[in-house]
């Protein structure tokens, strides 16, 4: 895709901009709000991922236990894009306030679904507010953050993931275990129900009184195509062959709608993902760096802890702990880099240096021979994550500083809309891959087409030690030259990152930067759309 040069959107030099960002008690307030609501969405993943075995079982839903799964992610990629233009159109705080009770509301009623399709539905509804969450929580801290300052306020945001990932199959166990799977979905309501008050109390926002000109067009596309993508990730080479007709009818509509992307937004008189962003500089070389990490980092989450059990024999609980390092190094990586940045105002090596760091540790765990300690997996994962973790969150608030302040929902959601994307690609890469090596390997060794498909860590254990021994080897074969396959990609994006162009970081906040365009705007004798106070 051609580029062009971020154009200035400040007409003065950021760095004779006078920093006027002085948070108060309201301020923290809000902030504190945020991280619980952002908590909670990191933690909804882990715990629920927990009990989800539980739910299936009572609910007799095990044929559909992938739209349990998929349900929510479908819903979450669809709210990005509309969440992001919406608040750029008539301000956020009501969409956020939207998604919190979105997606407690949907938690509480998974809470209290009689049966299989109810709890998808609901899981569904869930998703929106999800996808709500994620971008209005981000575009929020922009509006109300200096881009100079910003980082070390989003780095503690970003690591409520890392945080997750360690106590949510925890608290998911111990919840499951004393309180029964619904205990799970209610645990939410009364944070949930405390962030939304306070929200609504403290939040002050301003709120735009203008048409909301939705880009009808460009919402079916992207929703339809997004779609197209999740359904792919979640059917091809499990529900359906790869060359199943309704496979090969699905993927020539995603493309199709994907091609008719484009000229659509051309058109538009006001896009849902507008051609300035696409084509700016900043936000490709950012976008693009961030989807491959995204991509490789859970492909890899994906398939790794299975392969721990089916070659170490340990429990599902024991191979979900090879992945704590990583959250530990997401967290360390995410808070530093935020940290360096508000204290230097530079940014450009941190892609080049997380992508290299991500590499090394996608080739160790490519490496790991099948008889290593699985220790070793530990270590790989927090080499990688950790170069994840330095540019991940980071990339947000490089997006945000390199577009116009009345683009950042619009930018914020279209980045995080392609990382989401490119999680369902990576893992459906991966997960081709890695099941037909081993497929093949354990036909080689003697298994039926039957046997090969239901191999179990139980029925591992029941062979002899030669055979267990084979089956090993073939798990590794299978999987090791996959991950060291990804190591060369995260290369690839270490080079993406070198072009960065880094843009002096404002030091007023996107609020400010709003007011100052439409004061300028006012000046030249433009309508100025009519602004008042949430």
Request: proline share 6%; with cysteine; net charge neutral.
């Amino acid at each position: 895709m051609s580029t062009t040069p971020t154009p200035p959107h400040r007409p003065d030099d950021p760095a004779a901009e006078v920093m006027t960002f002085r948070p108060d008690a309201r301020f923290w307030l809000v902030y504190a709000c945020l991280m619980t609501v952002q908590f909670l969405g990191a933690l909804y993943h882990t715990v629920v991922a927990t009990a989800l075995p539980t739910v299936i079982g009572e609910l007799g839903g095990v044929a559909h236990m992938s739209w349990a799964i998929t349900a929510y992610t479908l819903g979450q990629t669809l709210a990005m894009p509309i969440n992001g233009k919406v608040g750029d159109l008539v301000g956020r705080k009501q969409l956020y306030l939207l998604a919190i009770a979105l997606f407690v509301g949907g938690s509480a009623l998974c809470g209290a679904a009689p049966d299989m399709m109810t709890f998808t539905i609901f899981r569904f509804v869930q998703g929106l507010g999800g996808g709500g969450l994620m971008i209005c929580s981000q575009a929020i801290t922009g509006d109300l953050i200096p881009p100079r300052v910003r980082g070390k306020y989003m780095a503690p945001m970003g690591a409520m993931f890392g945080i997750a990932a360690i106590l949510g199959p925890l608290l998911g166990g111990w919840l499951t275990d004393w309180l029964g799977w619904r205990s799970i979905f209610w645990f939410f309501l009364p944070f949930g129900l405390f962030a939304w008050i306070a929200v609504a109390i403290a939040l002050k926002m301003p709120r735009h009184r203008v048409p909301l000109d939705i880009d009808w067009a460009g919402l079916a596309l992207t929703s339809v195509g997004a779609t197209g993508i999740v359904l792919l990730a979640t059917w091809g080479g499990t529900t359906y062959a790869w060359n199943h007709p309704l496979i090969l009818a699905l993927l020539v509509v995603t493309l199709a709608c994907w091609a008719a992307l484009v000229p659509v937004e051309k058109r538009a008189a006001n896009p849902l993902i507008p051609l300035q962003i696409l084509t700016n500089h900043t936000f490709v070389v950012a976008t693009v760096v961030a989807v491959l990490m995204c991509a490789c980092m859970f492909g890899m989450n994906g398939y790794l802890p299975t392969y721990v059990q089916m070659v170490h024999g340990v429990s599902p609980t024991t191979s979900g702990l090879v992945l704590v390092p990583g959250a530990v190094a997401m967290f360390l990586g995410s808070v530093t880099s935020g940290w360096l940045v508000s204290r230097t105002g530079r940014y450009k090596v941190y892609p080049v240096l997380g992508s290299l760091l991500a590499a090394c540790g996608m080739a160790v765990l490519g490496l790991i021979p099948s008889d290593a300690a699985v220790w070793w997996f530990g270590v790989g994962v927090f080499i990688l994550q950790l170069g994840v973790g330095m540019f991940l969150q980071l990339s947000v608030l490089i997006i945000q500083n390199a577009l116009p302040a009345k683009m950042l929902g619009t930018a914020t959601s279209t980045n995080n809309f392609f990382r989401e994307i490119g999680v369902s690609v990576g893992n459906t890469v991966v997960g081709v891959l890695f099941t037909s090596r081993l497929t093949a390997s354990l036909l080689a060794l003697g298994f039926s087409s039957d046997d090969a498909a239901s191999i179990t860590p139980a029925t591992i254990s029941a062979l002899t030690p030669h055979t267990q021994a084979d089956v090993a080897e073939a798990y590794q074969e299978a999987l090791g030259p996959v991950l060291l396959g990804l190591a060369p990609v995260l290369v690839v994006a270490a080079v993406v990152a070198l072009a960065f162009r880094p843009v002096p970081l404002s030091v007023k906040t996107g609020l400010e930067q709003v007011a100052a365009e439409e004061a300028r705007e006012e000046a030249a004798g433009g309508q100025d759309p009519l602004r008042e106070e949430d």
